[in-house]
């Protein structure tokens, strides 16, 4: 490894302790983190979604190794996990922030469309959670049934339902519109509550009660 190559790792770290993390941009934290600024610059350049890509795309780079394609994927995760705010039993939910907040990092990454309902009692503190369906690249086949058996269970008195769309984009599609009208309506036939109806995606997240499709809001 060349002096300039060590000197450059060395004063990125002096610069991160100095002036804090703000003044190193993206391909600066990845060539630090990485041990091989160049790399990082490289991997930055290639593509946005760089902790996505594949061998193939990335094997030309210099510096690159199955070791690094490790490294890639670990950071990737962790910056996931440590993004989430796993929500706790008994946490009162506010606002569809904190469950996105809790959310979103997990279920953006899924390549597959992924059905989660939370369980809540009459004052919204969190009793369960619950992972009801996974469907395919693009869909996700949901009866109330299955959402509601786990909440009966839980003698729930409110629930929020949410998934992701492996697309990236959060718009509600007419299927996402139609499946919340019936869990509405099964919920007040049953004396479960729908608090809300969530799509969570890489790109953002949509609440239907926030934006008035949740019947009834």
């Known amino acids: 490894m060349s002096?300039?190559?060590?000197?450059?790792?060395?004063?990125?770290?002096?610069?991160?302790?100095?002036?804090?993390?703000?003044?190193?941009?993206?391909?600066?934290?990845l060539g630090l983190v990485l041990h091989?600024?160049?790399?990082?610059?490289?991997?930055?350049?290639?593509?946005?979604?760089w902790a996505e890509a594949d061998h193939d795309l990335l094997d030309h780079l210099p510096g690159f190794t199955d070791e690094r394609l490790a490294q890639l994927r670990a950071l990737a995760e962790l910056a996931r996990r440590l993004s989430s705010k796993p929500l706790s039993l008994?946490?009162?939910?506010?606002?569809?922030?904190?469950?996105?907040?809790?959310?979103?990092?997990?279920?953006?990454?899924?390549?597959?469309?992924?059905?989660?309902?939370?369980?809540?009692n009459n004052r919204n503190c969190v009793i369960a959670e619950h992972i009801v369906a996974k469907g395919s690249l693009d869909s996700v086949g949901i009866h109330p049934r299955e959402v509601f058996r786990p909440l009966l269970r839980d003698a729930a008195a409110r629930a929020i339902a949410l998934h992701n769309h492996p697309?990236?984009?959060?718009?509600?599609?007419?299927n996402d519109t139609a499946i919340c009208r019936r869990l509405h309506e099964t919920g007040k036939i049953i004396g479960i509550a729908l608090l809300d109806f969530l799509v969570v995606a890489r790109e953002g997240s949509v609440s239907f009660r926030d934006i008035g499709l949740l019947p009834g809001t």
């Open 3 to 29: 002096h300039r190559h060590e000197d450059e790792i060395r004063r990125l770290a002096r610069q991160l302790l100095l002036t804090g993390t703000e003044s190193l941009s993206e391909a600066e934290l």
């Open 36 to 49: 091989h600024p160049r790399l990082g610059r490289a991997l930055v350049g290639l593509s946005p979604d």
């Open 90 to 120: 008994g946490q009162p939910l506010q606002c569809s922030d904190a469950v996105v907040s809790a959310y979103r990092p997990k279920l953006a990454a899924f390549k597959q469309e992924v059905f989660v309902v939370i369980s809540l």
């Open 167 to 174: 697309s990236g984009d959060p718009t509600p599609s007419p």
